[in-house]
Nanobody, 116 residues
Framework: QVQLVESGGGLVQAGGSLRLSCAAS????????MAWYRQGPGKQRELVAS???????NYVDSVKGRFTISRDNAKNTVFLQMNSLKPEDTGVYYC??????????WGQGTQVTVSS
């Protein structure tokens, strides 16, 4: 069982930065590929970034060069550093980890709002 708690969202002007954190409970964190998803207003939830246990990262094209995902296995925490934010980055950001081949663990989400 893994519980995920996100923090760090807020309101920021376009061009600004935010750093999201996701604290995970449970001993399985170090074995999990961790991911950040987001869901914008009227949009489907999309994968933003992921990081494997070895530290390999992947990003959706729209955030490449602006967002950085990282993890601290000693603290069971995954981060999402978001720079040069745009209004289209607005949404609820969720931390997630695989639970099984067909299901995932999800946090409660944290709101990010970017004003133009």
């Amino acid at each position: 069982q893994v519980q995920l708690v996100e923090s760090g969202g807020g309101l920021v002007q376009a061009g600004g930065s935010l750093r999201l954190s996701c604290a995970a409970s449970g001993s399985l964190f170090r074995t999990k590929t961790m991911a950040w998803y987001r869901q914008g207003p009227g949009k489907q939830r999309e994968l933003v970034a992921s990081i494997t246990t070895a530290g390999s990262t992947n990003y959706v094209d729209s955030v490449k060069g602006r967002f950085t995902i990282s993890r601290d296995n000693a603290k069971n925490t995954v981060f999402l550093q978001m720079n040069s934010l745009k209004p289209e980055d607005t949404g609820v950001y969720y931390c997630s980890a695989p639970a099984s081949y067909s299901s995932r663990y999800w946090g409660q989400g944290t709101q990010v709002t970017v004003s133009s």
